[in-house]
């Protein structure tokens, strides 16, 4: 408590000694202020070093009284009211007053808890004395709870001089000055609601879903601290601070505490029986997305990682736990809007101090909601694990990014996942074998089996019709691994990293937590090279590694991908206009008459096949990756039992529903 009268002079002279770091202390906020303070500041230690020099202070002013002979100062009582006020030792102040002492620490404690104060300062601003009465001005300081705001403002009240010395004429104005008899404080803290996540064209990405609001009648509790007991031990909030909220709260109206997502049913069920509770089915925009694996989730007041954070609770929190949710938490929450009131019977009567706060900024993001949905439906009733990325060639936005969890298999993941991409990564080695002067019309043989530096290479699965008259066309079009392994003699290491390098590998980042941008190892021999040739050995990608790929060959340039805000203006030119001309020729052809063709629903399609061991269960993933000529480039993952199953039908359906939209 910082206590103070009148003026200090400085003696002629005189140097203030060096002083130790004082320990931490609540601030002492100027009138009208609405500075934000911490929270649990002790006042122990304060309250005795601002005890003992009032005690100095007091015998200093009884001392003049005595020697002169005039009258007695109000001001020790003003200090003592105060300091016993500030320090909650509230039947002391309350003794300093005119009224009855238990009565009146009832309202002065009370009014302490009525704004979940977490410390009240009290400064002295002036006492005007004229003859056995007196005024006094000081300035209080609040910190409201959880809300981490301070309320400031200007207090004041009479004394008088009596047969029991100075006291304050005791009256509610005390506590406040427009406080009247059968008034109280209250906080009124609200949440604005949570912005949203929208696609490219301002839709939100968030779909209505219903929602379950759990809160209070604070004037209808029997017994409020019981019930706060039982919702903080089921929901693992703070027992105290949930009582906070209800006693800071206005009596009459609903005090929303925790909002439970639809699958919380053993704690809607749980807190449904606890007395006084009221459970509100709600539809909001807010747990349910058309891109969950992009936009993340939400978590509500419960949510365990705003307690690990040491955060404050607050009714109407929302708290991203993952994805584009948890990178945009500040824009999309903006600040709470909150209110000091006086209310009478329930009712406010009169609104002593507002912070506006500010609502969340929605954020667009790069996802097209057409291209999204058509993904979604692709994976909606699919007997396998599979996910799909698409990707705008010309900018590196993402357009969709979808993903299914079939039961009893592993999920597949679109951003994160480091697979093997077996033939479909020839498109990134084409480039690179282009590179040495081999065509699509070179005559490259392709054999069921193919030795290199004392490894042997196979075709799985069995490849017929080609042999030793294909073409790089041919062995392109049906994803011929003997060839590309033979091929992969004609490179050194460095070629291949080029390569990989021109696709943009391990080069990108994302606004989320986990992501992969793709690696192709280490290279060594020449038989650990012709394995990293046909998208096997140590080469592993994500499917949006391979939508970028795809991206490259249509575009020309190579864009690190994005998800919100303006596209990176980083772009890199790639292979020669040749290489690019006959790698989009070998792509077509695939698309259109090879192994992909299943792919090809518009006539305008470009891609690659591939398929390769996936886990220890003897599973396989085949992938699409392709684009279609009017700027989507995308990849399609599948998790199979089999060599011979392919991902290209379920690129056909992905494609064929973007273009019906449905």
Known sequence: MALRSGSRTKRAGAHRASRPPSPARPPVVGKGGDSRAGVGVGLRSRAVLVRTS??????????VGVAYGGPSSAEPTVYRFLLDWQSKQYLQAARLTTGQPRLVATQLSAAYRQLDATYLNLTMAGISQHGNSADARFDASIALGSTGLVWSYLGGF????????WQIVWRPSVIMPKMRAGERLAVVSKELPRAELQDASGQP????????????IPGQLADPTATASQIADVTGLQAGQVEGQIEAAPSREFLELVTLSPGQFRLRTALSHVAGV?????????????????????????????????????PGTTVGLSGLQ??????????????????????????????????????RTTLEADVQLAADRALAHLPTSAAIVAVQPGSGGILAVASHAAAGMPALNPLDGQYRPGQAFTIVSSAAILGTGVTPGSTVSCYQNNPVDGQSFVNDPR???????????????????????GLSMYLTSADLAKAAAEFGIGSWQLPLGKYFAGSIGQFGDPAKLAADTIGDGAVRMSPLDM????????????????????????????????????????MHEAATSGSGKAANV?????????????????????????????????????????ATDSAAPLAGQFLRNIRTGS
């Open 602 to 642: 518009g006539g305008d399609v470009f891609g690659q096949v591939g398929s390769a061991p996936f886990g220890a269960h003897g599973m396989r993933i085949s992938w699409f990756v392709g684009y279609r000529g009017n700027g989507i480039a995308f990849a399609v993952v599948e998790l199979s039992k089999s």
């Open 463 to 485: 490849e017929k019709g080609l042999g030793g008259d294909a073409t790089f066309q041919k062995d392109f079009e049906f994803a011929c691994s003997t060839a590309f392994a």
């Open 278 to 314: 009221i459970v509100k089915p709600v539809v909001r925009r807010l747990f349910d997305s058309i891109a969950p694996d992009v936009v993340g989730t939400v978590g509500t007041e419960a949510a365990s990682v705003l307690r690990e954070n040491g955060l404050p609770y607050l």
């Open 326 to 363: 948890q990178y945009f938490q500040k824009p999309l929450t903006g600040t709470p809007r909150t209110e000091v009131v006086l209310q009478r019977a329930g009712v406010s009567v009169d609104v002593l101090k507002i912070w506006k706060g500010s609502p969340g900024r929605p954020v």
């Open 54 to 63: 009032v005690v100095v202070v007091l015998a200093a002013i009884v001392g």
């Open 158 to 165: 009479s004394l008088r001089d009596g047969t029991a010395g």
């Open 205 to 216: 990405l968030t779909v209505p879903s219903l929602t379950y609001e759990v809160g209070v």
């Open 547 to 586: 939508a970028l790929a795809a991206a490259v060959v249509d575009s020309g340039r190579w864009h690190p991908p994005s998800l919100a805000g303006d596209p990176s203006s980083r772009q890199q030119g790639v292979m020669s206009a040749q290489v690019l001309t006959n790698l989009r020729q070998l």
